[in-house]
């Protein structure tokens, strides 16, 4: 592509040392990951760097044998004056191959409601971007390029910041994110072999200049491994760690998977109930595991709660007095050998419901308000104890429906000013607006309850 500078575009000659990835190989590590028999669609994200290169031409001709369809995606902040070269260098490229590609874009320059440094929110909305192109194109599966150099060095970073066992597990081979699954087939290849791939088939690709920058941690390890090689820690002896530990967390997630579905109860309406009768048979750890994942869930954080925290509130519940504590953005009430954990009512943002809108709010419910919705001033926000009382004005039988007294007032609902148009989960719609709201709601966390398995690369 001529508006590329030659450099950029890297395709060097080939070491005979490597050997590129053969299609039997690439589909004896896709064969571990859970995919649905055909039809199906596979979306790839391509930054047009070598990884994201490789795995969108192995993804191409595995997906061509089994009978079914890939997208191909990439997302342009606009951080870089060449990004957008980039960008439509890998669009027609892939095109040229036959893979349907798309270009998302969203400057961050002029996004100043962003929190943290311009590399977490491109990440952020990187994701957010990707995320509505998979709903909008019915995908429900998406493969990222992490590699084995990226396993070996999110160990390292996550051993410097002190993580516990999960952490040092590493990365898995799928995660679920919602609705939508990712997948990293190339978690047991180097990026080596990646390279070569890409060389064997003419393919080129694109070095990132971030990738050099030594204020980003990653960086700096990544430059710094061949010294830690070269004083005896070798990268198979890091894979063999990660790969013990990941087989014990999988272990552990399995016991508490059993434990979550003997004893958690998640409401469609947005809280968990936990049996806890004969708590004294309970083991603490997986109890532990267990309340972790409920916090995330109904609390809707995007990390789990300090260790330390989670242990006292452990603790807390093991004795059997009454308890009442919040973490988390939840708040957890122990009652006559259940407890309830609720979103807490506060920090929760409200939403502006316009036409066509479709999110995801609070990391909680999915939201889609109809094209055709007529009014743009409704609001979406928690019900709170003021409007749970202003709703037993206007509807009395609400006290009847079935729903936990500990949960009425985070539940999602609509106001116009200050009256309350519906909550939907209290079966509540003012009359006057039968006709005018056209809109969903429904419980679909992020973070999902039952996960899919640890997948050890």
């Known amino acids: 592509m001529s508006d590329l500078s030659p450099e950029k575009v890297l395709q060097p000659k080939a070491d005979s040392r490597l050997k590129p990835v053969q299609e039997d190989e690439f589909a004896q590590l896709m064969s ?9 669609r596979v979306g790839v994200a391509v930054s047009g760097g070598a990884d ?16 079914g369809e890939l997208f191909a995606v990439t997302v342009d902040h606009g951080l870089r004056p060449e990004s957008g070269i980039e960008a439509q260098w890998v669009h027609v490229r ?20 962003g929190k943290g440094s311009s590399q977490v929110r491109a990440r952020k909305a990187r994701h957010d971007l990707i995320a509505k192109w998979c709903r909008d194109k019915e995908i429900f599966f998406l493969a990222l390029g992490h590699h084995l150099d990226d396993q070996i060095e999110t160990f390292l970073m996550r051993l410097m910041r002190q993580s516990r066992s999960d952490g040092l597990a590493g990365i898995s081979m799928q995660r679920q994110d919602a609705a939508m699954t990712l997948i990293r087939p190339l978690l047991r290849l180097p990026k080596e072999r990646l390279i070569e791939t890409l060389r064997h088939h003419g393919w080129g690709w694109i070095e990132e200049p971030s990738n050099q920058r030594a204020d980003y941690l990653r960086n700096r390890i990544r430059q710094q491994l061949p010294v830690i090689e070269r004083q005896g820690v070798k990268r198979s002896t890091l894979v063999r760690v990660t790969h013990s530990l990941g087989r014990i967390r999988r272990s552990l997630q399995k016991r508490t998977d059993a434990f979550i579905d003997q004893k958690v109860r998640l409401n469609p309406v947005g809280y968990a109930e936990i049996d806890f009768n004969e708590s004294e048979k309970i083991q603490p750890d997986i109890f532990k595991r267990a309340l972790q994942r409920t916090l995330l869930t109904i609390g809707g954080g995007n990390y789990s709660p300090g260790t330390a925290k989670l242990d006292r509130l452990v603790l807390s519940l093991m004795n059997p007095e009454p308890t009442k504590m919040t973490l988390a953005g939840c708040e957890i009430v122990q009652k006559d050998h259940t407890i309830f954990l609720v979103r807490e009512n506060r920090l929760v943002p409200q939403l502006l419901l316009t036409p066509g809108l479709e999110c995801l709010w609070d990391n909680r419910f999915f939201v889609q308000v109809h094209e055709e919705m007529k009014s743009n001033s409704l609001l ?14 206007l509807h009395p039988a609400v006290k009847n429906i079935a729903v936990s007294s500990f949960a009425r007032y985070s539940l999602p609902a609509v106001y116009h ?11 509540y719609l003012n009359p006057v607006w039968i006709d005018e709201i056209q809109m969903k709601i429904r419980f679909e966390p992020k973070n999902m309850l039952i996960q899919l398995p640890f997948t050890v690369a």
Not at 52 to 67: E, H, I, P
């Open 32 to 40: 571990v990951i859970t995919l649905p028999r055909n039809p199906f």
């Open 52 to 67: 994201s290169m490789a795995l969108c031409l192995l993804l191409r001709n595995w997906v061509t044998a089994k009978g």
């Open 94 to 113: 892939l095109l040229a191959e036959g893979i349907e590609h798309e270009v998302l874009t969203r400057s961050l320059k002029t996004d100043s409601g």
């Open 380 to 393: 979406l926000r928690t019900l709170g104890e003021r409007g749970w009382q202003d709703l037993c004005e």
């Open 417 to 427: 000013g200050d009256k309350i148009i519906t909550v939907p989960h209290l079966e």
